[in-house]
């Protein structure tokens, strides 16, 4: 185990567990306390435990999340995060405190740091100027602060976890994590100068929390995350070496929609995870058919020359603002009628995505299809015979398994090109991530 992860609920134990798979460790979530065995855990990379510790009175839940910490502090993992609620419900300040005295217990000093980066944007949690906002609002305001079991009556992240210890809590701002790392680095190295034992930090986006992680990547002492999961999953990412290596974990895309909603979706994608997109010319491919060979041919040699870190390979045709056209425009302007034109593109996003797949140093586990067309283009390339549905990601979003052909069981998700919000491909991809972070592809 490299990752403990102490978490005050269930849901919250396997929301970590999924984000960190997403970063390619294989995780795994123990019900609570009593059913801890460690040979039972051997095989996994992070886990987290239900500590259940929610609802309990204060000092209870200090008790149990000590000995928690305690109890995985044996492991030696190599990060320890205390997972807590995006909306600071429970107890944040105790459970903060409780933490930090085991890490100090069990390594016999006082030099452990917690970090505590409240945000989960996606979930439409931000910190800023040390307030917790919910989609907009100030956190006591929303509905969640009036819980009938954990009720918060305060946005201030810092009076929250003071009203529950007396640990000495220093402060990030936002304008010092803007200006990167190194100054996130000096404004925390200030507040332990100060005798801080741990540290709020503002974020209002998913490259915030990344320049957090970026700015502890070589901090000497032990540190404890706190936060919803993104924090911890960011700091795992450049503290521990995931064992991607072992498994096929990345997954990758075929994205042939040119429309506005796909390229935001891409973007944020990029933001998310590490990626190793490829646009592939449209343009190119519509000349002709030695100029269409010549561009498919470009674009399966820059896949297949990812960068080590990346996740996310794939190829897409609206990389930029100025990739995205109107089909009847270009229809008007080439004389070749729309589904000619889709015809052609989807079938070179296909025909490179089947050269890629074939790739095994590219360690591909995952597939993702945007588009009925391009998705039956990819599926009829791949000499398959159809597509098992396993669930529903999101309303047109389907997660499912390649029946025979080529690559027989591949994982895969198929969305409609024009479905879905600016955040919705990140969710497939994390929901994708789930399904193949222990899983290896016959040979």
């Known amino acids: 185990m490299d990752i403990a992860v102490i978490a005050d609920d269930f849901t919250g134990a396997n929301a970590n567990g999924a984000l960190l798979t997403a970063k390619g460790f294989s995780s795994a979530t123990c019900l609570g306390p009593d059913h801890w065995n460690p040979a039972d855990f051997s095989a996994y990379t992070a886990v987290s435990l239900n500590a259940e510790s929610r609802l309990l009175p204060q ?55 917690a970090v505590l980066v409240p945000s989960y944007p996606t979930s439409g949690r931000i910190c800023v100027g040390g307030y917790q ?36 809590c220093g402060f990030v701002p ?13 404004t925390i190295e200030d507040a332990r100068a100060r005798g801080c034992r741990a540290v709020v ?28 999961g993104p924090f911890t999953a960011e700091l795992a990412a450049v503290r521990v070496k995931a064992p991607r290596a072992q498994f096929e974990n990345r997954v990758f895309l075929a994205v042939g929609s040119t429309s506005e909603l796909t390229r935001t979706q891409l973007e944020a994608l990029r933001l998310a995870h590490p990626c190793h997109l490829i ?35 794939g190829i897409c045709t609206a990389g930029s603002r100025e ?7 270009m229809s008007r302007r080439l004389g070749i009628l729309p589904c000619d034109i889709s015809q ?22 995952g597939l993702y299809t945007s588009g009925g067309e391009v998705t039956v283009a990819v599926v009829r390339t791949l000499k398959a015979g159809g597509f098992s549905v396993r669930d529903q990601v999101l309303p047109l979003a389907v997660y499912g398994h390649i029946i025979g052909g080529e690559h027989p069981d591949l994982p895969m998700i198929t ?20 399904k193949i972070s222990s899983r290896k592809r016959p040979a």
């Open 344 to 365: 052609r593109i989807n079938t070179a996003l296909a025909a490179v995505t089947r050269e890629a797949l074939q790739q095994k140093q590219l360690g591909i586990g």
């Open 59 to 113: 000092q209870k839940a200090w008790q149990v999340v000590y000995d928690a910490v305690s109890m995985f502090c044996r492991e030696h993992p190599a990060l320890v995060s205390k997972r807590v609620d995006s909306t600071l419900r429970g107890n944040v300040g105790a459970e903060m405190e409780a933490s930090i005295k085991a890490m100090d217990d069990t390594y016999g000093h006082q030099q452990s740091l």
């Open 201 to 228: 930090c503002d974020a209002v986006a998913d490259e915030d929390i990344t320049t957090i992680a970026q700015a502890l990547a070589s901090a000497p002492y032990p540190l404890i995350a706190l936060d919803p």
């Open 133 to 168: 906002i919910v989609h907009g609002i100030p956190l006591e305001r929303s509905p969640i602060a009036k819980d009938a079991a954990t009720p918060v009556n305060n946005t201030s992240v810092l009076k929250i976890v003071a009203e529950q210890s007396a640990i000495a």
């Open 415 to 434: 969305k409609g090109g024009f479905v879905g919000d600016k955040d919705s491909l990140v969710e497939c991809m994390e929901y994708l991530f789930t």
């Open 279 to 313: 646009t592939m010319d449209v343009r190119k491919i519509l000349a002709g058919e030695a100029e269409r060979q010549q561009e498919c041919d470009r674009v399966l040699k820059a896949v297949c020359a990812p960068h080590k870190e990346a996740t996310v390979l």
């Open 323 to 329: 990739d995205v056209f109107s089909m009847e425009e």
């Open 174 to 186: 936002l304008d010092r994590i803007l200006a990167g790392p190194a100054a996130v680095r000096e």
